[in-house]
């Protein structure tokens, strides 16, 4: 048996059906931001500054070092932390405004081999991340092995990384300084 409505009942009824439906489709509201509704969104975007440390290495001048770099986060709250503004060193994920990641961290090119592991924390404060950087690496050529220890602090900015594009990186800048403790050192 079909329903009848009267005229404005079925205007009533149409409007309810397209409401509903209107919502289903817009997520409906609600929701937690665990979920990953964007409670990061504050922070999404490319952070990129400068980090000067010191590299040390027994018997060794401690060397003064320099060199841009670069953090990017995403809405989700995941970092992203380029030490030469073209490659990822590591990842890690925002707790609040602060960060602590801890990753193997290294290089070979030159024939100099250097492994160990680096942490860098980070604290975000409006459109900057100010942090640290500690990593304890050994560095191997020609038969020598000699451990670095370097020990830095940065300030980025939320920025574009073309910015900094033409500057050296922070990666390249120990490299250099690690060349030439190895030179001294043959």
Same mark, same amino acid.
């Given at each position: 048996?079909?329903?009848? !409505?009267?005229?404005?009942?079925? %205007? ?15 997520? =409906? =509201? ?9 409670? !990061? +969104? ?12 010191? /590299? ?16 990017? %986060? ?8 380029? /030490?030469?503004?073209? *490659? ?11 960060? *602590?990641? +801890? ?20 604290? %975000? ?6 942090? *640290? !950087? ?13 451990? !670095?220890?370097?020990? =830095? ?21 120990? /490299? ?11």
């Amino acid at each position: 048996m079909p329903i009848y !409505f009267s005229s404005k009942k079925k %205007i009533l009824h149409t409007f309810l059906i397209s409401l509903v439906m209107l919502l289903v489709s817009c997520g =409906g =509201g609600g929701g937690d931001s665990s979920s990953g509704g964007g409670s !990061f +969104s504050v922070y999404t975007g490319t952070y990129s500054g400068t980090m000067t440390a010191t /590299l040390s290495s027994p018997g060794a001048t401690t060397q003064n070092i320099s060199g841009v770099m670069a953090i990017k %986060i995403d809405d989700t709250g995941n970092v992203s932390v380029l /030490l030469d503004l073209s *490659t990822v060193w590591a990842t890690g994920t925002l707790s609040g405004d602060n960060f *602590t990641i +801890s990753s193997p961290w290294g290089f070979n090119e030159d024939g100099i081999v250097c492994n160990g592991p680096a942490t860098m924390t980070g604290n %975000i404060q409006n459109d900057q991340i100010t942090g *640290t !950087f500690i990593g304890n690496i050994n560095c191997t050529t020609q038969g020598i092995t000699i451990p !670095f220890t370097i020990d =830095g602090t940065y300030t980025v900015v939320k920025t574009s990384v073309s910015a900094a594009a033409q500057s050296i990186g922070f990666s390249q800048s120990v /490299l250099s300084a690690i060349q030439n403790v190895l030179r001294s050192a043959r």
